[in-house]
């Protein structure tokens, strides 16, 4: 089993950036897609961008398309979203997830973090 700890978030105003980080401890991380998702209270858990364990492969959601980029160092078994530009609507508690399913799906297996809160300021 695998624990991950996602930092880095925090209160921003509209048009800020925030670099939220995922570090794993326990099984290997460097053969797992890292997927990032976030949730409002109410509201399903919603993708917004995964990077394959190659880190040569990324996927986005159309809303954060062109703002958000996700990143991985496999050595530091870390993954990393840089978020810009970031708008009022993404405020949100953002988790990260191990898997070993394709980009952007969720798994039986899957590992995940235990949240982090962003809120954006209009």
């Known amino acids: 089993q695998v624990h991950l700890e996602e930092s880095g978030g925090g209160l921003v105003q509209a048009g800020g950036s925030l670099r939220l980080s995922c570090a794993a401890s326990?099984?290997?991380?460097?053969?797992?897609?890292l997927g990032w998702f976030r949730q409002t209270p109410g509201k399903e858990r919603e993708f917004v961008a995964a990077?394959?364990?190659?880190?040569?492969?990324?996927k986005y959601a159309d809303s954060v398309k062109g703002r958000f980029t996700a990143s991985r160092d496999n050595a530091k078994k870390t993954g990393y979203l840089q978020m810009n530009s970031l708008k009022p609507e993404d405020t949100a508690v953002y988790y990260c997830q191990l898997t070993d399913q394709p980009m952007g799906f969720m798994g039986r297996n899957d590992d995940w973090g235990q949240g982090t809160q962003v809120t954006v300021s209009s």
């Open positions: 326990g099984r290997t991380f460097s053969t797992y897609t």
């Open positions: 990077i394959h364990w190659s880190g040569g492969s990324t």
